[in-house]
């Protein structure tokens, strides 16, 4: 092991993982917990458990915080302050802040002597054009902080990190949540969810895009903004039109043994993320690679062959068996097509590192010293 420790935790609206690596990017543990049975609270509590029996020590925790609002841009040490800023912005994506600042509360109390950094998912969107980011309604509206922000950040800038001449690229990141983004010199360009995780594309349990007027009708019907928030991000997608399946490897097999429901909502569902990959090439004009990420994304060979039939016409040529992760394109395919787990944590990590130098890069406190003497605001603590 080289170099201090640092824990990261990436609470997804399906799971929550962790890793730790050590300052060589060596990854030395990672866990999965998954969701929702486990509370974050109590999933930190697991990580504190699984990570004292591995007998390691937590110099520094990094947190993926989907949302920054239009302020938080980039990585951030976490304080009190920070925090109450965190918890004005829940409106903005009421389905997991909640959840991650009681990650990030739970890991605080846990290790109240190592600096906590936030990791924005919104953070790699900071670059989109006013073009991109701008929704069609009045300045007044604007001023409240409505706009495009895009998620799966951390997630697209993994594979802007690890896959060499990516070029005009989509990366499809279909997981708990699902969005597409187009990349262009390492940047993004334009992605499909919008203000909150709930836009853009229909997700596992959330409705994606509405027409506006879908949610005014049921609220003139009696439905409470409660409901309807229940609505779009719990009991929609594709559970929502296959009777309640979030299990995609259960929904895939449905579909395959005929049933007209999980077809149907296969079909939705693909044609939406095709449609998306479709129109980004005429953002970046054209396609050099074509990238699925997520639990998704990585494990529905059925989801990536019904994304990719629609695209065969751009040139997306796979190979069905090909091994996963990897590339799955046939040979001599116009446009690469690659399969990539999705790896959050190490970007994290990256980014806590890069923040705190150089204090990450002096010993961490072996055992029993919380407050004792070590650099400055980084005091390592037994974990446990
Ligand atoms: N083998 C598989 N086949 C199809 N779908 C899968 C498979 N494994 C996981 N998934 C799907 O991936 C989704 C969760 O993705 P993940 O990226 O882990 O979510 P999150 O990070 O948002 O919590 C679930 O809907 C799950 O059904
Ligand atoms: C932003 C988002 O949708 O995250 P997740 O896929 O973890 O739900
Ligand atoms: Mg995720």
Redesign the pocket.
Known sequence: MRGAVVLSVNP????L?AAAHDGSGARLWAHRVP?PTADPGSAVAEIVRRLASAGLTVSAVAHRVVHGGPVHVAPERIDDELVADLRRLVDFAPLHLPGDLDSIEAARARWPDVPHVACFDTAFHATLAPAAHRLPVPDGVTALGVRRYGFHGLSVQHVVDTVPGLGRAVVAHL???CSVTAVSGGRSVQTSMSFSPTGGLPS?SRSGDLDPEVLLFLLDRGWTAADLRGLVDRSSGLAGMSGGV????EL?ARAAAGDPDCRLALEVFTTAVATTVAGYTAVLGGLDTLVFS???GE??APVRAAVTDRLRHLGVLVHPTAPVPGDVSRHGAPVRTLVVT?DEERVMDRAARELLAPALRAPALSAAAPGGAGAPGVRGRPVG
């Open positions: 997804g609206s399906r799971s993982k969701r997981g708990g949540g596992v979030t299990d995609v490897a895939t997520g639990g998704i494990h529905s999705a």
